[in-house]
């Protein structure tokens, strides 16, 4: 597969701010800890917010975002749904508590209003999924997915999901393996020098650092990885991650990248893939598919059938019957849908009725022999 390298470079003025940051957060640290000691302590909101986020667990009663991995096969988790019971949330709001992000909960419900679910409504949580075709060490990201995968080394037998942004078109997620360098807490963040040139033609002039606080798009918590000038990070904009709205890096939920912050070690292995179109057995058996919408700038010599075949013929053999129909409406619905091609919840295949040159032939069969048993008589 030829894909298409596109880096975003912040320039080593950015990251000598954030690498300043990084020396200087011990000691600011240190002054919040010295205020906890007041009588009178303020929790902000984002912190009560994100502690109710975090409480909601996952249907297998692990904490947010982990699921164990099948002694057989590639299926995690499971689709489930919920019921609005507040009027004022938005689809968003409910799409955060249950770890899943903007596009994935849109495209699992279609028809329910983005911003006025309504009370009372029945919302799809499509929190199952096919673990990425690749070797399961550190962290992938599935940039067609927009999502990450982290195996823990210290949990055997734990995957953790959550899902991020990233890079738009014009500022795409490159691909390719590196590992964690740095982590910063409450990052500085330099605007780089293309940002604050269209924020001056806008007549919006931008500053040249944004220091810790909730302007900053970086949010709480950075991981520098070793390809330059890309991070995984917080942000200041939740309602944002699950899309592709970033200049290049990874965005995640402020309290998902503060618990990967405060697990991930430096050097972990990150492997940046893009494989819309996923295969995998589940542990009863059954063959499914799951496709996500392509990303354009990586189909240079992409076929999305052909690769959509060959990924399921690696998974299969000559004794086992698999719809193409069936792969082929994944591939031209990208919905993130689970489809069972084959196996106990695969559907019964229907007759096949036979096509009207053959239905001719048997017309024509019966008709000679009524002529033959008319002449016998």
């Known amino acids: 597969m030829n894909i ?15 690498l300043a940051a990084s020396l200087s957060a011990p000691v600011m640290a240190q002054s919040d800890d010295e ?3 007041d009588t009178t302590l303020e929790v ?30 590639d299926v995690i988790g499971e689709r489930y749904t919920v019921t609005v019971e507040n009027p004022e949330d938005t689809l968003i709001d409910i799409a955060r508590r249950h770890n899943i992000g903007y596009e994935e909960i849109r495209m699992a419900n279609p028809d329910v209003s983005i911003w006025v679910p309504g009370e009372g409504t029945e919302v ?10 690749v070797e399961r060490e550190g962290i992938v990201i599935n940039l067609s997915e927009l999502r990450l995968y982290y195996y823990p080394a210290d949990k055997s037998g734990i995957v ?22 740095i982590k910063v807490k409450d990052p500085a963040w330099s605007p780089p020098a293309s940002m604050r040139r269209e924020a001056a033609e806008r007549g919006e002039p931008a500053p040249s650092v944004v220091p810790a606080g909730p302007d900053n798009p970086l949010g709480r918590h ?13 942000t200041n904009r939740p309602d944002g991650v699950g899309m592709r ?18 697990r991930v070690p430096s050097g972990t292995p990150v492997n940046l893939i893009d494989a819309p179109f996923k295969a995998g057995w589940a542990s009863d058996g059954t063959l499914f598919v799951q496709s996500y919408p392509q990303l354009e700038e990586n189909l240079d010599d992409f076929e999305p059938l052909l690769e959509a075949l060959k990924r399921v013929s690696e998974l299969t053999d000559d004794k086992v019957p698999v719809d193409y129909a069936q792969i082929r409406h994944a591939v031209e619905s990208p919905n993130g849908e689970f489809i069972a091609l084959y196996g106990p919840q695969a559907p019964a295949p229907e007759p096949e009725e036979p096509s009207p040159l053959e239905q001719g032939i048997f017309e024509e069969l019966e008709l000679t022999k009524a002529s033959s048993d008319d002449d016998e008589a």
């Open 4 to 18: 298409r390298h596109t880096l975003f470079c912040w320039g080593p003025t950015s990251l000598a701010v954030l």
């Open 35 to 37: 205020s906890s000691n």
């Open 44 to 73: 902000s909101e984002t912190a009560i917010e994100s502690a109710e986020l975090v409480a909601v667990k996952s249907p297998n009663n692990l904490p947010r975002g982990e699921f164990r991995l099948p002694e057989e096969g």
């Open 124 to 133: 799809v949580i499509p929190s199952r999924y096919i673990l990425p075709p």
């Open 160 to 181: 953790e999901t959550y899902p991020v942004s990233v890079g738009r078109e014009e500022f795409a997620t490159p691909v390719g393996k590196t590992k964690t360098t």
């Open 222 to 234: 950075a991981i520098l990885l070793g390809l330059p000038s890309y991070l995984i990070h917080g």
């Open 245 to 262: 709205v970033s200049r290049g890096c990874i965005r995640m939920y402020p309290e998902d990248i503060e618990s990967l912050y405060e």
